[in-house]
């Protein structure tokens, strides 16, 4: 481990896409001083002047691990293999994405970053370069060796995670098994304790089918799988309410007082934390050995180098994870003690 202060590493992603535009808008604020740009620092350079942004100073780290330089924005290199285009993607690019990934997550596996901010990628250029890419929850926790990575994301007091992430909707159903609710559940629940501050969690947790299966007539997925395990886990002090309607659960009235909401699938959860902030949600992996947030947008290739990108949700994401350090290292602190 290094003696330096706390450092973000903070992918650029996309390179055609609105990644470089917030992340030279940021550093133009003044807002990276503790973040390392891991990126092709020619592209954030050709960004900055396209949008009026500058001079900014870029100064580049030949290992993870060597001190930031104040005022700067400090930069990781991962060259492109090809020019890039705002707005236009290439495939060829599509390997320096994925090295920009892996420098941050290996970096912040090793002790040389205290989390990793992640802006937008394009998983169909990734893939078009005969890269095998799902997402970045299912490519940290391969790097890292997490068994089960959950996906949440947060807007305000609202927090959505989710039992399944990129499947299919046909597939969804024979993914939710006793063993991934119990496992998703225990890592929610820890991770919300450990990393978010709260002494005793309070969890929804959503049904699958449409009335959370109206006692086995929708369904009997709530009947033979969730509610037992939901159960079970209660009496292992888990604070679990549910299986509940997921259109009557996304209501103030059961919010208020509810820490998070356990969705059964991405579309069930997602589209209502959207709704709720939109440009300023953070998407979080729980369950990584490392601290892992991200914008809650894509690429938005069209606003690339026109200087409409607004920086709301990576603000919000580094803000996030800068939150979540300082509890996590309370959170040591505390058992060292």
Known sequence: MTQRPPVIALTVGEPAGIGPDLVVTLAARGELGDVVAVGDPDVLRERAGSLGIGPIDIHLLPTPDTPLRPGALNVLPVPVANPVTPGTLDPANGASVVEMLRLAGTGAHRGDFAAVVTAPVQKSVIN?????FSGHTEYFAELTGAPMPVMMLAAGDLRVALVTTHLPLRDVADAITADRLRTICTILDHDLRQVFGLSTPRILVCGLNPHAGEDGHLGREEIEIITPTLDALRHQGIDLHGPLPADTLFTPEHLTGADAVLAMYHDQGLPVLKHAGFGEAV???????????????GTALPLAGSGRARTGSLSAALDSARDMVRRARHAADRTLA
């Open 128 to 132: 078009a370069a005969g890269l095998p």
């Open 283 to 297: 998407n979080i992996t729980l369950g990584l050995p490392i601290i892992r947030t991200s914008v809650d947008h």
